[in-house]
């Protein structure tokens, strides 16, 4: 237990660059605040550079951190996700007081944040886990948040947390999300949104490169057009940018010169497991996750590019095509965050969270990585269907998807054709028309299951469950009675 001064509203402690700058995003509201970093040479350097852009308290240890803070005390962690995260838990823990806050702002996995409020809560101190997204700009100009955690600590930060929030519509992106994991648990399957938004910009890019002939500019001006549209979003826009940049060494576009290699911190991988673990099909985020997996291999694919075949060069598509890859882009689209926000109701229901999915599309409208227009639409859509099982199943995302199946079902085929791989394309339509299939082939997956394993069926012409004795006499007998 530490005597405070109490002249920092807030404390964030872990100064690289995102809680450097939630940190200046909260000073410029205001609020008086106190900044500590394990190094105290960089919280000299952050007081030397941003030291007059407010009320800054810098602690060379954390005892004079705390110190600092009022009571109850607030303080962000803003570290690298796992270890040690709870390696500062566990240094704070000694010099806090009853009723103190300590809020993981990192991407932290869910499960952990349910334990940490566990822990935390032996203490008597309150843990939350909010997932903040927006990059480095987003941080300091206005993140989206999804806090979790005990409400009455919620309360305890809320002023402060919808101050440095993006605002759109007058209405700021950080709403309490749920207890415990659930901010966590919504900011994974953001990220996991994220990877099937980059996967299928990464498509589109790939085949009006290598289907329609086309150059990075040119490409580049398309994405601008698309940006116009229905597909309006923060990843649209900057892929534009992305793709227009000149690479300053060879004078040829930048995007030609990067290696074709792509990373990922694990959100993507977390958010594929849980939804497997759910029973939930979450074929675009995953095909995701999996393409990066494949993007890695770079050694093998370049053997293999050489040695095994692919189909005859095809001509040039012609400009039609470039507006198909508009609608497939989009009805893909709008299948990954069907699948994304079905995870998330599923998960609210297995852990008791109540998530209010029309407030979580509310708050993706500004300040986040996946920032897009059409999550208005699914906003209203939750608004207007709380209990929705499928966004299909909204009328204006059944029309948009009914309109551009056409021109979907082009692409792949084309693109099959071609030898272009497209797994996120080519798995959102599965996906489609999987789900609209009032009788798919699963009787047979259930046939062959009893034949081998007495798995037992059900029928469709009466209850219970039934087993075929296969290897022996072949009647049917019923197993539940
Ligand atoms: C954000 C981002 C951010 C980051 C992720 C994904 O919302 O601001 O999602 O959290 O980009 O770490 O990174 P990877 O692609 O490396 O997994």
Redesign the pocket.
């Given at each position: 237990m530490t005597q405070s001064t109490g002249a920092s509203r807030i404390g964030v402690t872990g100064l690289a660059v995102m809680g450097a700058n939630l940190a200046r995003n909260i000073a410029r509201r205001g609020v008086p605040i106190a900044v500590h970093n394990r190094t105290a040479a960089r919280t000299k350097e952050f007081i030397e550079a941003h030291g007059d852009e407010g009320a800054f308290t810098a602690a060379e240890s954390l005892e004079d951190f705390v110190a600092a803070l009022e009571t109850p005390r607030r303080i962000i962690v803003m570290v690298k996700a796992g270890p040690p995260v709870d390696g500062v838990i566990s240094e704070l823990t000694p010099l806090l007081d009853d009723g103190d806050i300590i809020i993981d702002a990192g991407?932290s996995h869910f499960r952990d944040t349910k334990r940490r409020t566990e822990e935390c809560a032996t203490h008597g101190l309150r843990f939350m886990g909010i997932?903040?997204?927006?990059?480095e700009e987003?941080?300091l100009l206005g993140?989206?948040i999804m806090p979790g955690g005990d409400t009455h600590a919620y309360a305890e930060v809320e002023e402060i947390l919808t101050s440095i929030a993006a605002v759109v519509d007058g209405t700021p992106c950080c709403v309490h999300v749920g207890p415990d994991g659930a901010g966590h648990y919504v900011?994974m399957v953001?990220?996991g949104i994220?990877?099937a938004d980059?996967q299928l910009i990464a498509e589109a890019y790939d085949l009006l490169t290598h289907v329609a002939g086309l150059s990075a500019p040119a490409i580049a001006t398309i994405f601008e057009e698309w940006n116009s549209g229905d597909l309006e979003s923060f990843l649209i826009e900057i892929t534009a940018k992305v793709l227009a940049k000149t690479d300053e060494r060879s004078g040829g576009p930048l995007v030609d010169v990067i290696l074709d290699q792509?990373?990922?911190?694990?959100?993507?991988t977390w958010t594929a497991i849980d939804a497997l673990n759910l029973g939930v099909p979450l074929t675009g985020i995953t095909e995701a996750v999996f393409a990066?997996g494949l993007s890695s291999l770079r050694d093998e694919r370049s053997a293999a590019s050489t040695a095994l075949a692919g189909p005859t060069p095809a001509g040039q598509a012609d400009a039609s095509f470039v507006d198909d890859i508009r609608q497939a882009l989009y009805a893909s689209k709008v299948v990954a965050y069907a699948q994304g926000f079905a995870q998330m109701r599923a998960a609210s229901i297995a852990e008791g969270w109540d998530l209010d999915l029309g407030a979580m599309a509310t708050i993706w409208r500004g300040g986040?990585?996946?920032r897009a227009q059409f999550l208005n639409r699914i906003r209203d859509a939750y608004v207007e269907h709380p209990d929705l099982d499928n966004l299909l199943m909204v009328p204006y995302f059944t029309e948009a998807v009914a309109n551009a199946q056409d021109a979907w079902r082009r692409v792949v085929a084309t693109a099959t054709a071609q030898g272009v791989p497209i797994p996120a394309f080519a798995s959102s339509l599965a996906y489609y028309d999987g789900y609209r299939r009032e009788r798919g082939p699963a009787n047979l997956i259930q046939g062959l299951r009893d034949y081998f394993g007495a798995h037992t069926y059900k029928r469709i012409d009466t209850a219970g469950s039934f087993h075929t004795r296969w290897g022996q006499d072949g009647t049917e007998v019923r197993t539940d009675i």
């Open positions: 991407n997932g903040v997204s927006g990059g987003g941080a993140p989206s900011k953001h990220n994220e990877y980059i792509a990373g990922q911190k694990g959100t993507g990066r986040c990585i996946i």
